[in-house]
Nanobody
Framework: QVQLVESGGGLVQFGGSLRLSCAAS????????MGWYRQAPGKERELVAD???????NYADFVQGRFTISRHNANNTVYLQMNSLIPEDTAVYYC?????????????????WGQGTQVTVSS
């Protein structure tokens, strides 16, 4: 089975920094785009940033140069460095990966999600 495990969330003061990590593990054949989404209370889940296997990056407008996404393909890991955090960044952050997995001789592609990690920014 495939798992995405996130780490690095927590409580930080206004203007502080956090680094989120997400590692995909299991019977993985290949990993395509990996990304980070977030969901604040009462709001829909939204894209924060994603990165293709080739390194092409897409950021949400609200990032405004404060966050940096990166990945380590050999370890199937994606990171999100978040600087200059503001209270509006408070949310549960979810890792997402589009990947191909295998079970015996069977392959399947799918969209996988981590369990989420809470980020809270105090004012």
């Amino acid at each position: 089975q495939v798992q995405l495990v996130e780490s690095g969330g927590g409580l930080v003061q206004f203007g502080g920094s956090l680094r989120l990590s997400c590692a995909a593990s299991g019977n993985i054949f290949s990993v395509g785009t990996m990304g980070w989404y977030r969901q604040a209370p009462g709001k829909e889940r939204e894209l924060v940033a994603d990165i293709t296997a080739g390194g092409r990056i897409n950021y949400a407008d609200f990032v405004q140069g404060r966050f940096t996404i990166s990945r380590h393909n050999a370890n199937n890991t994606v990171y999100l460095q978040m600087n200059s955090l503001i209270p509006e960044d408070t949310a549960v952050y979810y890792c997402n990966a589009d990947l191909a997995s295998y079970s015996g001789s069977n392959y399947r592609t799918g969209d996988y999600w981590g369990q989420g990690t809470q980020v809270t920014v105090s004012s």
